[in-house]
């Protein structure tokens, strides 16, 4: 019930001095470019357009900042690894996203997601090594889980969770879904409610 009560979309920041108050507990959600945030906030709040998708890698430039029911706020953050724009924009998106992450006090828990055809990459080491610095808590979410065989789902779980058993900021049980048949939604919902 809580994820179809009102979600607005507040502001896009593009800079620190321009992020929305911290008055309200917030999860944010990283990930590679073209992973699928987009698509999982909108699954995720019951909605089809409150979060733009694409299929153009690097199409959110900005930290896009929605309030769900004045109890909890989602940050949509850029996609790191590609994105088809300059080497200083990326630059810049990388640098206010990375301070984002190591510097909000409201911030809950970050939701890395991961596509679970590919797996964890370089890039998202990278982030969970700037996330465990930062002591920064986070949770690997597996998405597009429709997109791989039922016999392969287990192998691909083990794998993730392998890989991040001895982060120390990595919250231990990983999530996998699927936005566009909803399997493991209820179970992500629920973490995030937890954190309400």
Known sequence: MFFSRPCDFVMGAVSLDSLPGGNLPEVAFAGRSNVGKSSLLNALT??????RSSNTPGRTRELNFFNLDERLMLADLPGYGYARASKTAIEKWSALTRDYLRGRAALRRVFVLVDSRHGIKSSDL???????????????VLT??????????????????????????????????????GDGMAQLRADV???V
Do not use: C, G, H, W
Request: charge should be positive; aromatic fraction near 6%; glycine fraction near 0%.
């Open 46 to 51: 019951f909605r089809k357009n409150l979060a």
């Open 144 to 181: 597009k889980l429709d997109k791989i065989k039922q016999n392969e789902r287990q192998s691909v779980l083990e794998r993730t969770r392998r890989t991040i058993e001895k982060r120390p900021a990595a919250y231990p049980r990983v999530a996998a879904v699927s936005a566009v048949k």
């Open 193 to 195: 409610f937890s954190l």
């Open 126 to 140: 990278a982030v969970m090594d700037m996330l465990d610095e930062a002591a920064a808590v986070y949770q690997v």
